[in-house]
C-alpha cells in the first residue's frame, strides 16, 4: 500500500489532490503538507498534516520515516511570474527544495512524483505540436529550475533507482483553490470576473496561445502516472500532456456561450507577456499516451460549462 507524503499541500493542485489521494489510497495513508502552521478543516479533519518547509531537508527527513512514506507527491514550487521577481526565492525553493525530497527518497527508498511544466521550454523550441524530446531553453529563473529538476529525476532514477515520475504541466484551471503567481493564471481569473462582473481584463495579449488544463485531468495524469507499469515507461520524467490550447479571445467566446454580454479587454503586463511569448502554443502529448494511457476528459467547452457551473456555487453567485 502507498503511504504518500505531499508537500505544497495548500496550493492550487494539492488542495484538490489530497483530497482525491485520501478517496484512492484511505485517509490515513495520505499525509498533508506544506510550510503553513495550519491547514484548511477539510484537510485536518480528513487525515494528518505536517508543517515541514521543504528547504528544512532534516524535518522533511523526520517526518517521511514518522510516518512510514514511500511515495511524496511534490508540490511545493514557486511559478514563473513569481520567479521572475523574486528569482532567489524561486531557485532555492525549487531547486533545494526538489534535491532534499530526492536525498530523503533515496534514504527512504521512496517514490517522488514532481511536475514540471510547458515552462521548461524557450523560444528557440518549436512552437507547435512540441514534441517530447525537443530544444529546451527556457528563458525563465521558473523554467530553468524546470529543465535542472527533470535532469535531476532522471538523474535520481538511473544513478540510485528512486522510482521518480513526472509530467510537463499546462496552465491549470480550478475552482478550488487559486494558483500562486504564474503566467497562466488569466485563465482561472477570467472566470471569477466572468461570474462577479461580467468582464474581464486580461493581462495576457490577444492572439497568445498556451496550453491548458481543467485539473480533475490533472489530477487524473498524476494518478495514472502513479499507477503505471514501470515496465511500459521508456521515459519516467517530464511527459508532455496536453488537453487544450487556446488564447484569451477563445475563451471569451466560450464564456459568451453561457454569459453572452461578458466582456473581455486587455491591459498587457510586459513580463508576464514575454514569458507566455516564450513557451510553445501547444504541446504534442503522443508519449505520455503510448507509455501509460494519457487521454484527457475536458476540452474547452466541457471544461467552461463545469467552471461556470461549481465556480457560481462556490461563489455563491448566478450568471445565467
Ligand atoms: N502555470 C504555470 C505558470 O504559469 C506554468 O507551469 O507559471
Known amino acids: 500500500m502507498k503511504k504518500i507524503l505531499v508537500t ?6 494539492g488542495t484538490e489532490l489530497i483530497m482525491t489521494l ?10 498533508a503538507s506544506s510550510i503553513e502552521p ?9 487525515g494528518v498534516y505536517e508543517s515541514v518547509d521543504v528547504l528544512d531537508a532534516k524535518k522533511l527527513g523526520e517526518v517521511c520515516r514518522k510516518h512510514d512514506i514511500n ?12 520567479g521572475e521577481s523574486k528569482p532567489q526565492l524561486a531557485y532555492d525553493i525549487n531547486m533545494n527544495g526538489l534535491f532534499n525530497v530526492l536525498e530523503v527518497a533515496r534514504e527512504t527508498g521512496s517514490g517522488v512524483f514532481t511536475p514540471s511544466s510547458i515552462a521548461a521550454f524557450g523560444p528557440s523550441t518549436p512552437k507547435d505540436m512540441t514534441p517530447q524530446d525537443t530544444v529546451q531553453r527556457p528563458t525563465t529563473m521558473y523554467g530553468v529550475t524546470k529543465v535542472a529538476g527533470e535532469l535531476l529525476c532522471d538523474y535520481y532514477h538511473q544513478r540510485y533507482g528512486v522510482d521518480t515520475r513526472g509530467v510537463r504541466f499546462p496552465g491549470l484551471i480550478s475552482y478550488k483553490a487559486l494558483p500562486g503567481g504564474g503566467t497562466t493564471d488569466y485563465a482561472v481569473h477570467i472566470y471569477y470576473e466572468a461570474i462577479k462582473n461580467r468582464k474581464y481584463t486580461s493581462y495576457i495579449a490577444q492572439g497568445t496561445k498556451m496550453d491548458m488544463m481543467y485539473m480533475p485531468d490533472a489530477i487524473k495524469s498524476i494518478l495514472d502516472l502513479m499507477e503505471a507499469d514501470p515496465s511500459k515507461l521508456i521515459h519516467r520524467n517530464a511527459f ?21 454580454d461578458f466582456r473581455l479587454d486587455y491591459a498587457v503586463d510586459p513580463v508576464r507577456q514575454e514569458i507566455a511569448d516564450s513557451w510553445p502554443n501547444s504541446l504534442d502529448d503522443s508519449t505520455a499516451r503510448a507509455e501509460w494511457g494519457w487521454k484527457p476528459e475536458y476540452d474547452i467547452a466541457k471544461m467552461t460549462a463545469d467552471m461556470l457551473e461549481k465556480l457560481a456555487e462556490k461563489l455563491g453567485k448566478t450568471y445565467k
Open 22 to 31: 485520501r478517496g484512492v489510497y484511505g485517509n490515513e495513508n495520505v499525509i
Open 71 to 82: 511515495q511524496i507527491v511534490h508540490l511545493a514550487a514557486i511559478l514563473s511570474a513569481v
Open 38 to 46: 495550519d491547514c484548511p478543516d477539510f484537510i485536518r479533519e480528513t
Open 8 to 13: 505544497g499541500g495548500l496550493g492550487q493542485i
Open 240 to 260: 508532455n500532456i496536453a488537453a487544450m490550447s487556446f488564447a484569451p479571445e477563445d475563451l471569451a467566446v466560450e464564456i459568451m456561450k453561457h454569459i453572452p
